[in-house]
Each structure stands twice: as structure tokens, then as C-alpha cells.
């Protein structure tokens, strides 16, 4: 069983940053890679960043890309997702997504809880 738990969303004035934190517990091997998505009410889910397992290879959305930073750190089984420059626009719920995570049940994807990101203008 793999849990996740996500932290550092909150509310913040445009312009101000925010740091995300996502943290996976319990019995599994190894985790490939790391998402973070967002979703605004009755919209999809859609890609914010991701990582690659040794955190060597980083992608982004167009509309964050320059202001987003996303890091893992394999030891801890953390990713993280550090916002500067937010605007209104990114107001949605964030969340993390690791990608073929290894147990002794098989290899699987999971999804974070979700945590608010409000910006206010």
C-alpha cells in the first residue's frame, strides 16, 4: 500500500510563491517518475511538470515554465513543486502523481489527495 500526502498549498497574493510537497510512504520499491497535475473546478486535470527518476530530466507546461520548478528527493520519497510568480491563473488543486511505483503487488500509478493553490489578485 502506497500513501501520499500533500502539503504547502494555501492562499497567496499575485506574485507571491508557494512550495508544494508531496510525500509517499509505505511498501514499495521505487518510484519511476513524478507528475504534478492541476484541476480547476469542471475542467480537466492537466500536466504541470514532471521529473524523471533520478530527477536528471524535468518537463513543464508552457504556462509555467520559467516560474515552476519541480525536485525530488529520492530519499526521501518527497517531490516537490515550487511556485514563484503566481498569478490568478493558477488557481486550481494540485496534485502529485507517481508513476510506476514498484511493490510486491506489481507496479502501479497513484494520485496525491489534492491541495488548494488560491492567488488572489
Known amino acids: 500500500q502506497v500513501e501520499l500526502v500533500e ?6 497574493q499575485a506574485g ?8 509517499a510512504s509505505g511498501t514499495f520499491f ?5 507528475f504534478w497535475y492541476r484541476q480547476a473546478p469542471g475542467n480537466e486535470r ?3 511538470a514532471s521529473i524523471n527518476t533520478r530527477g536528471a530530466y524535468t518537463n513543464y507546461a508552457d504556462s ?3 516560474r515552476f520548478t519541480i ?3 529520492i530519499a526521501k520519497h518527497t ?3 515550487e511556485m514563484n510568480s503566481l498569478d490568478p491563473a493558477a488557481n486550481d488543486v494540485y496534485y502529485c502523481n507517481p508513476v510506476k511505483v514498484a511493490t510486491a503487488e506489481g507496479v ?3 494520485w496525491g489527495q489534492g491541495t488548494q493553490v488560491s492567488v488572489s489578485s
Open 7 to 12: 502539503s504547502g498549498g494555501g492562499l497567496v
Open 64 to 66: 509555467v515554465k520559467g
Open 71 to 73: 525536485s525530488r528527493d
Open 108 to 110: 502501479n500509478d497513484y
Open 30 to 34: 521505487t518510484i519511476k517518475d513524478w
Open 46 to 48: 492537466e500536466f504541470v
Open 79 to 81: 517531490v516537490y513543486l
Open 16 to 23: 507571491g510563491s508557494l512550495r508544494l510537497s508531496c510525500v
